[in-house]
């Protein structure tokens, strides 16, 4: 499934795929990828790709929960950072490869394949592999970029199009805020919910939700904050009334405070269970 626009995505057969993204290590300099920014926390992961390099975006591999590969448009569901070097914080088991940032600041390859990239766009992955691009339509997004790419050495590359057309791509390396997250973009009037709420769900589980399934669990919710509310006004009442009439029955209404509480708690964990099962199905 594309997130991406699919006039955009579906446009280019890329030849060099992986390849390119090494050689654009000269292009660019090594020394520019290579500089990360000191407040970013990496993780470790194992790679069978050589063509996994400082900058590129990855994504889990399929089947393989601690192995990565370069990041693509068909692929944006598994993406999970950018891959780095010399982080702030590096937490490894010891049969890491590959430092992948998931959080903070640090360069990233990036592309104009869907339009040029700005300061504040959304950066998700592109159908160059390894390369992203700006998010024009609601997506999985792996952070926001703090720098403009024409402000930026760059590299042309050249990719063809399903009908032979050659189409000229720059390529080059800004700074992005990792923060990965879904994209709500302001133009998609898929939603009749306000955006925030549409961008909240939608980060919660990590893919578009349909606006049905979020009112119905917004429902659930407000149904179980009534229903706790009720409940417990009316305990705490008869209990007072009791205590006041027989203060005797102290335990007994201690003992059922405790019972209500205990009933209430599990009405609560029930119904996150259901809301979340209601979002994610």
Do not use: C, W
């Amino acid at each position: 499934m594309y997130f991406v626009r699919r006039p955009i995505a579906k446009r280019f057969r890329v030849h060099f795929v992986a390849l390119s993204v090494a050689t654009l290590l000269v292009a660019l300099g090594m020394s520019t990828l290579n500089a990360q920014g000191v407040s970013s926390i990496a993780q470790g992961f194992q790679t069978k790709d050589p063509n996994v390099v400082s900058g590129a975006l990855v994504s889990l591999a399929n089947g393989s929960p601690n192995t990565i590969e370069l990041s693509t448009a068909d692929k944006v569901e598994q993406m999970l950072g950018v891959a780095g070097t010399k982080s702030l914080i590096e937490l490894n088991d010891g049969t890491g490869t590959v430092q992948v940032v998931t959080s903070g600041n640090t360069q990233t390859l990036v592309s104009d394949i869907n339009g040029t990239v700005k300061a504040g766009d959304r950066i998700t992955a592109s159908p160059i592999a390894g390369v992203g691009m700006k998010a024009t339509t609601s997506s999985l997004v792996i952070g926001t970029a703090t720098q403009s790419l024409s402000s930026v050495k760059t590299s042309a590359r050249n990719i063809t199009s399903n009908s032979d057309k050659s189409t000229a791509v720059k390529i080059g390396s800004v700074e992005v805020q990792v923060d990965r997250v879904f994209y709500q973009a302001p133009n998609d009037q898929g939603s009749f919910l306000p955006s925030s709420v549409q961008s909240f769900a939608n980060s919660v589980v990590g893919h578009e939700v349909a606006p049905v399934r979020i009112v119905l669990a917004g429902l659930m919710v407000v149904m179980l904050f009534v229903i706790v509310i009720v409940v417990l006004y009316s305990t705490v009442k008869s209990s007072i009334i009791s205590i006041g009439r027989n203060p005797l029955s102290e335990n007994a209404v201690h003992r059922s405070l405790l019972e209500v509480g205990v009933t209430v708690l599990g009405t609560l964990v029930f119904t996150v269970v259901v809301v979340y099962l209601i979002l994610v199905i």
